[in-house]
């Protein structure tokens, strides 16, 4: 099955750049979304087809997707950005909803 | 606003069954696909099954393929999963999700969830 690998944890300070990568084979073929999990609240959808933002979603949230690698990039990051982030595909080759481990993203 | 709440979840015995229900409201339910995804404590998030519009399609991870069964009912603006032969490890928040209907099976409205314990 087709798998997706996220960095278990990624760090920043506020006002910095946050980069969170999702690796999967020949990734840059498919649409990529990503939801960001605060703790104990429900996935909120921040990027969706590799680089579209939600109604609602600060332009500081933007993503793209190339080869074997996803990135989801925030800039001027916040502590309110504190969050688990995930990836997800649909493979339809093997017709598979996937999801990526999750990173961490910590706000220093 | 689009809204999905979860109920049914609670405390059940290994190999019991269990009738998780999404309720939506504030878009036209029937236009879109539901999915189902679950969390384990502390872990990840797991895609679980889906059902399309008018119910005529459906799906469900493989690893859980035989035991779910999903429906709707338009009428009510309502999904329901069943759940058989409960295992320690279907412990989990389950998730109904809207799906955006691009044809690449995005999330894009998600309930707040509903919270299965499976134990003795």
């Known amino acids: 099955s087709y798998v997706l690998t996220q960095p278990p944890s990624v760090s920043v300070a506020p006002g910095q750049t946050a980069t969170i990568t999702c690796g999967g084979n020949n990734i840059g073929s498919r649409r990529v979304h990503w939801y960001r999990q605060r703790p104990g609240q429900a996935p909120v959808l921040v990027v969706d087809?590799?680089?579209e933002r939600p109604s609602g979603i600060p332009e500081r949230f933007s993503g793209s997707n190339s080869g074997s690698t996803a990135t989801l990039t925030i800039t001027r990051v916040e502590a309110g950005d504190e969050a688990d982030y995930f990836c997800q595909v649909w493979d339809s080759s093997s017709r598979h909803i996937v999801f990526g481990g999750g990173s961490k993203l910590t706000v220093l | 606003q689009v809204q999905l709440v979860e109920s049914g979840g609670g405390v059940v015995q290994p190999g019991r069954s269990l009738r998780l229900s999404c309720a939506g409201s504030?878009?036209?339910?029937?236009?879109?696909?539901i999915h189902w995804v679950r969390q384990p404590p502390g872990k990840g998030l797991e895609w679980v099954a889906f059902i399309s519009y008018d119910g005529g399609l459906e799906d469900f991870a493989e690893s859980l393929r035989g035991r779910l069964t999903v429906s709707r009912d338009n009428s009510k603006n309502m999904v329901y999963l069943q759940m058989n032969s409960l295992r320690s490890e279907d412990t989990a928040v389950y998730y109904c999700?809207?799906?955006?209907?691009?044809?690449?099976?995005?999330?894009?409205?998600w309930g707040r969830g509903t919270l299965v314990t499976v134990s003795s």
């Open positions: 999700a809207r799906d955006g209907d691009t044809g690449y099976y995005v999330f894009d409205h």
């Open positions: 504030g878009f036209n339910f029937s236009d879109h696909t």
């Open positions: 087809h590799d680089s």
